[in-house]
């Protein structure tokens, strides 16, 4: 994969709004390979590491593409454990952000616990602002983002122009279900992560994660007992 020229603001802002229409229908592979040809290295795919869906299909379309992880400090060890996988056994090259402050010294700034006190953020500082930082030199960005995972990302476009961060934001499973997510996994032997098999529906931080109960949205283990629904990554 050659590096594709760099583009200005304005082109990728078009380039964004027209293949939003274009490939509405397209399936991920398309989508991937769409921004793969376009962008080059320009182009990288975000991971929770929840699942290594994205990072396997991104990898088929662009062998050897970043996957950027951020590491806020407070992920569980099997969330550690599956980047460490993703980065042996798939063909792409992950790249690790963390925030400029360690728990510890936010907890000095802050006070302790911040997660509970002021979410919001803590989010902003462990991982809004280091991913706005480790995009700078990137025209382009994949999420795992699916319109079925709540009401809040039920209009999530396949291709978006992303005007806070001045980047083209591809989301290549938009349209899947979490049927179809299964149906990968299962098809081409996936890397999951472990707490998906325990009671887990969604994976974050640690501190603001929990199971979910039977009959509850896939998401409700996230920030449970408050209105928060989002990290601010995606808003």
């Not at 020229?5 to 964004?16: G, N, P, W, Y």
């Not at 042996?88 to 911040?114: F, H, M, W």
């Not at 960005?141 to 999530?156: F, K, M, Q, V």
């Amino acid at each position: 994969m050659t590096t594709t020229q760099e583009h200005t603001e304005t082109e990728l802002a078009a380039l964004a709004e027209r293949a939003g229409r274009d490939l509405e229908d397209a399936s991920p592979p398309e989508i991937l390979t769409w921004a793969a040809e376009t962008f080059g290295k320009r182009f990288c795919v975000t991971s929770s590491m929840e699942d290594a869906v994205v990072a396997h299909l991104a990898s088929r379309a662009f062998p050897g593409v970043d996957v950027v992880f951020l590491d806020t400090g407070y992920h569980f060890p099997e969330t550690i454990g599956t980047r460490d996988a993703v980065d042996a056994v798939l063909d792409v090259n992950v790249i690790t952000l963390t925030p400029r402050q360690t728990v510890a010294e936010q907890d000095a700034a802050y006070g302790p616990k911040l997660h509970d006190r002021d979410p919001d953020r803590c989010c902003a500082l462990r991982k809004v602002a280091p991913l706005e930082e480790g995009l700078a030199g990137y025209d382009a960005w994949a999420t795992g983002l699916r319109r079925d995972e709540s009401p809040t990302r039920a209009g999530t476009p396949v291709v978006a122009w992303d005007a806070r961060r001045r980047k083209v934001k591809v989301a290549p499973i938009a349209r899947w279900t979490q049927q179809d997510v299964d149906a990968y996994v299962a098809e081409h032997g996936v890397l999951t992560n472990p707490l998906l098999l325990d009671g887990y529906a969604s994976v974050g931080c640690a501190p603001c994660t929990r199971r979910v109960l039977a009959g509850e949205d896939a998401r409700a283990g996230r920030w449970a007992g408050n209105d928060k629904t989002e990290c601010g990554l995606h808003v």
